[in-house]
Structure formats: structure tokens, C-alpha cells
């Protein structure tokens, strides 16, 4: 069976959600494997006008399995969203699988994104401030907050404390920042 990769070397703005959008009606599977939602394009077709920046393309064809993967970091409010918008349009996304392993963006990623920035000032990196960065650090670190870990709220829960402990101290003592509430990032993402 072949499989056609489409992989950007020029950090972003390539096309490459072009070139998937024309290759995804005749693949079996599409499926978005890293990144986060600090990119997207944007997708003209018969249900209306999209700006993808999680789903898979191949979401427009009801006999094509989309799959967002382990490597892709998710910003659950962002991905609501785009299946929000999808749904509303008549897509059908029952054919959308969702790793359970893909690691999640929390509101201390974004926060201490755009601290980050500020605190370099002429230096700064120039990131869209959306925690795909800080998200990525924490993977790597082996500290993230997975999407399966939604499954069991005492489980997120612990996670979600110890790791906001860590974040906490980083906020109010390296940035000078108002620490974040446990109980209100919980509520936040059990909804």
C-alpha cells in the first residue's frame, strides 16, 4: 500500500495543507502526526469555508479515516472549536480518531508563552503565543498532560496538581505572576 508523506522543511507557510486538501479525497487515511495549532490553511469546499489548524483534511470525506496523533499537541478549546464549526456545516467527524496519548496544551503553556516573549524583549523568538512551545518542553520532560488522562478525573487531577505546583513556582517567582487555580483549569477541562 503506498503512503504519501507531506512534510515541510521551511518552518511553516510551505503549502503543505494545499497539497493535502487535493491529495486527501483519494487517500484511506490522513492523518496529522505533529505540531500543534499555531498553523493552519484555510479549506474551500462544497460545505463552506474552514481554517483548519487540527483536524485532518481529510475530515470532508466520510470514507476517509482522520487521525490526530501522538506527536500532535492539542489545544482542547481550539479542537471543540474546529469540530464545533464542522458539525454546524454538516460534516460528519465520526470518522475522527483522536490519540489518547496526544499531549494537550494547558492555559500555563500559553501563559508562560507569552511571558517568555515579553521577558526577551528585541530578542524574542516571535511564536504566535499559543503554548506550543511550553507544551512540547513538557512532553519531552516527560511532565504533559495527555488527552487520555481526561478519561480518569482523579488521575487528571493529580497530574494536573502536581504539575501546576511545578508551574506555579515558575509563574510567581520568575515572572512575578499571579499563580493559576487548580480547581478552575480542572472545571475548565472536564467540561
Known sequence: MPVIAVVGGQWGDEGKGKVIDSLAEKAKVVARFSGGDNAGHTVINPYGEFRMHLVPSGIFYPEVTCIIGNGVVINPAVLLDEIDNL????????????????????????????????????????TTRRGIGPAFTDKVARMGIRTGDLSNKDLFHSKLSSILEFKNAILTKVYGHSPLLLEEIFEQYCR
Open 87 to 126: 458539525k454546524k456545516h454538516g460534516v460528519d467527524i465520526s470518522h475522527l480518531t483522536i490519540s489518547d496519548r496526544a499531549h494537550l496544551v494547558m492555559p500555563y503553556h500559553t501563559l508562560l508563552d507569552g511571558l517568555e516573549e515579553e521577558r526577551r524583549g528585541k530578542g524574542a523568538l516571535g
